[in-house]
């Protein structure tokens, strides 16, 4: 089994929709979880942190489901910018990060 | 004024060869990493240094050999290269310390390797 698995897509979506992303991850100890944001071929940037508690920043929503060892990404009214892949990230030590990339899910959103 | 930066951007290179990537960083960071990004998309951690200690050794082949000159630096030698070693290198860094976690990586442009 992946440590984190994502479903690869590709989401086709138009403007103004709202997708969901969700992931999972097998390490029951990982410490801490984020979302990053890769363009086609440039650098992963982090996209948001994910607490338990939940957080938003704009249009976009994350959770963290650590009983079921969950993670997901809600993005509200969809831009054409949104297009890109969204990796689910998570930190398997305490100390210094070991981040854990899932493959990544694909998001196209269309005009 | 660009934060992490790495050369070359692409590397086309013959198998066999002996070839290094550089990677530098303006952010004052403590911590730097390379990490590797297969044609599958999936990007895994190699190393990571903290003020010039290795810190995480994943299970790469011993023909990867980071070097740390300095906190700011963080290069990438690769011997006898091969044909799976194909792949993009991403170098980043990261204000955590051993005495400060932190949330962020940022990761340099790539540099996209080809062996032939």
């Known amino acids: 089994r992946k440590e984190v698995e994502q479903d690869p897509g590709p989401f086709n979506v138009p403007e103004g929709a709202t997708v969901a992303f969700n992931c999972t991850y097998s390490n029951s100890a990982s410490q801490s979880f984020f979302w990053y944001r890769q363009d086609c071929r440039k650098e992963p940037k982090l996209l948001m942190s994910?607490?338990?508690s939940g957080n938003e920043d704009g249009r976009f929503t994350a959770q963290l489901n650590r009983a079921s060892q969950y993670i997901s990404l809600l993005i509200r009214d969809s831009k054409l910018s949104d297009s890109a892949t969204y990796l689910c990230v998570v930190n398997m030590r305490t100390g210094f990060q070991k981040l854990v990339f899932g493959t990544g899910t694909r998001l196209l959103v269309s005009p | 004024d660009t934060a992490v930066s790495q050369t070359p951007k692409y590397l086309v290179t013959q198998m066999g060869n002996d070839k290094s990537i550089k990677c530098e960083q303006n952010l004052g960071h403590d911590t730097m990493y390379w990490y590797k990004q297969d044609s599958k998309k999936f990007l895994k951690i190699m190393f990571s240094y903290n003020n010039k200690e290795l810190i995480i050794n994943e299970t790469v082949p011993n023909r990867f050999s980071p070097k740390s000159p300095d906190k700011a630096h963080l290069n990438l030698h690769i011997n006898s290269l091969e044909l799976g070693d194909s792949a993009v290198y991403f170098c980043a860094s990261s204000q955590e310390s051993y005495f400060m976690s932190a949330d962020t990586q940022y990761f340099g442009p790539g540099t996209r390797l080809t062996v032939l």
């Open positions: 994910v607490y338990s």
